[in-house]
């Protein structure tokens, strides 16, 4: 497919740090691709460049084959952003807070309104629309502002944690909407701390680090190559750890490891014969939790488990 958004070797600095430090990807247009790490990997600083509101330092960054370096106005008008903070006009009800955004990019009244109402519906906002701000719920606030993102028919979407403090319910709305969206052929590029949120939403994505990019596939196959099919986790006291691991290690094949970290072990490349047998060894079974591999081991087996301020 076409590659709507292309870097090569881009880098940002920071005087002499690089936020972002010679990143190669592409999205295709119309794919769903998550930028996934930790706090301080880049992601911001990667989507920022791509809105056209921080500068490039060195490398290539295109969107729809325009540079953004010389086609910045161009650019900004193909994307729309949801930031990671609900930055609405309290003092406007919900329906001026869109028809200000409208006029930001230039589009008729009549088409404004249009889509307002488009936009208002698709969120689930129509019987919002003449309330205050202040009247709408964190839910209602960040479905408000994909809406605002949505105005000028963006062909990209940018999510900056889009669901950060939301509820359960509110959260899978919000993944039912962009799933609509992706559907209707809207790019979409999304950020998030929700190894969940990822794997239920990206087609394909990429998990950096220190600006780098670690790895970068499917869901799926990222878990598959990193993390196996199942996790064992023994919340154990220390000497049956240290017994299930004296017994466990030799029958791990290539792919199998076991990772400790603090009162918890973590098992991987194993199977459900490996599992009866710890059950068996444990004093409470309970405690030893088979499950599938997902996103989340898979950064955490990238990223390590360390606290990143």
Known sequence: MTAIIKATALTRRYGDFAAVDGLDFEVAEGEFFGLLGPNGAGKTSTIKMIACVQDVTDGLLTVDGLDVRTNDRAVKSLVGVVPQDDNLDEDLTVRRNLE?????????GAVARQRIDEGLSLMQ????????????SGGMKRRLVIARALVN?????????????????????????????????????????????AEQLCDRLIIMDNGKALSEGRPRDLIAQHAGREV????????????????????LGESG?????????YAYGIDESHYRMVEGMASDPYRVIFRRANLEDVFLTLTGRGLVE
């Open 257 to 265: 490891r076991i990772e400790q970290v603090e009162d918890v072990a």
């Open 125 to 136: 906002l129509d019987e919002k629309a003449n309330e205050s701000i202040k009247a709408l």
């Open 100 to 108: 200000v955004y409208a006029r930001y990019f230039g589009v008729p």
């Open 153 to 197: 028919e963006p062909r990209v979407l940018i999510l900056d944690e889009p669901t950060t403090g939301l509820d359960p319910q509110a959260r899978h709305l919000v993944w039912r909407k962009l799933r609509l969206l992706r559907e209707r052929g809207v790019t979409i590029l999304l950020t998030t701390h929700y190894m969940d949120e």
């Open 232 to 251: 064992l986790e023994l919340h154990l006291p220390p000497e049956e750890i240290a017994r299930v691991v004296e017994r466990l290690t030799p029958m």
